[in-house]
């Protein structure tokens, strides 16, 4: 059974640094394309970030596009979200996900990915 658990989330000023942590366990974690995603209240679930299976490629929505790094340790079967210069507006739940097919590439769509983690809150004060 695949399981993602996220943590990392807290209570940060405006400018600050998070650093978030997505563990896997129950499948090939290195064969899998991985993403961040994000829900603020009152919103849906939006897209952040995502990592190639391999670890070569990644993909970031505008909104975090230079202050937020995607990255992964498969021998630690861990992805990782450091965010910083973090801003009220970056407030949200954010969830870690894999995707359904082995050895898929990159994609923003939510249907695309598989399975979830029970997310990690994130709020930045102004």
């Known amino acids: 059974q695949v399981q993602l658990v996220e943590s990392g989330g807290g209570l940060v000023q405006a400018g600050g640094s998070l650093r978030l942590s997505c563990a896997a366990s129950?499948?090939?974690?290195?064969?899998?394309?991985m993403a961040w995603f994000r829900q603020a209240p009152g919103k849906e679930r939006e897209f952040s970030a995502a990592?190639?299976?391999?670890?070569?490629?990644?993909y970031y929505a505008d909104s975090v596009k230079g202050r937020f790094t995607i990255s992964r340790d498969n021998t630690k079967n861990t992805m990782y979200l450091q965010m910083n210069s973090l801003k009220p507006e970056d407030t949200a739940v954010y969830y870690c996900?894999?995707?359904?097919?082995?050895?898929?590439?990159?994609?923003?769509?939510?249907?695309?990915?598989?399975?979830w983690g029970q997310g990690t809150q994130v709020t930045v004060s102004s």
């Open positions: 996900a894999t995707r359904r097919e082995a050895w898929t590439g990159i994609t923003t769509l939510t249907p695309q990915y598989e399975y």
């Open positions: 129950g499948r090939t974690f290195s064969s899998y394309t």
């Open positions: 990592i190639h299976w391999s670890g070569s490629n990644t």
